[in-house]
């Protein structure tokens, strides 16, 4: 089975940085797209960053300057790496792969279980 497992959440304060991961496990023939996505108590989810499986990124305007997406293709895992961060910031961030499993020619989408995001002023 496929499965996504994020860490790196925690509280910091305003003007800190995280560095969320996202490992993907189990038998995976491709990535095509990488995306972070973040709720906030009462909010709806968020699109934050995206990367397509060539490496092109794009970023939602609030966190463009300070959040980067990369990758280390190697160890199946996607980092969000958040600098200058914000209270607005506060959310739970989730991992959302759109890959190609090994036991299957045609992509699905997974997601990680989410990890919580604190940012005091």
């Known amino acids: 089975q496929v499965q996504l497992v994020e860490s790196g959440g925690g509280l910091v304060q305003a003007g800190g940085s995280l560095r969320l991961s996202c490992v993907a496990s189990?038998?995976?023939?491709?990535?095509?797209?990488m995306r972070w996505y973040r709720q906030a108590p009462g909010k709806q989810r968020e699109l934050v960053a995206a990367?397509?499986?060539?490496?092109?990124?794009n970023y939602a305007d609030s966190v463009k300057g300070r959040f980067a997406m990369s990758r280390d293709n190697a160890k199946i895992t996607v980092y969000l790496q958040m600098n200058s961060l914000k209270p607005e910031d506060t959310a739970v961030y989730y991992c959302?792969?759109?890959?190609?499993?090994?036991?299957?020619?045609?992509?699905?989408?997974?997601w990680g279980q989410g990890t919580q995001v604190t940012v005091s002023s």
């Open positions: 959302n792969l759109i890959l190609v499993p090994s036991t299957r020619n045609y992509p699905g989408n997974y």
């Open positions: 189990g038998s995976i023939s491709s990535i095509n797209t």
């Open positions: 990367m397509t499986s060539g490496g092109s990124t």
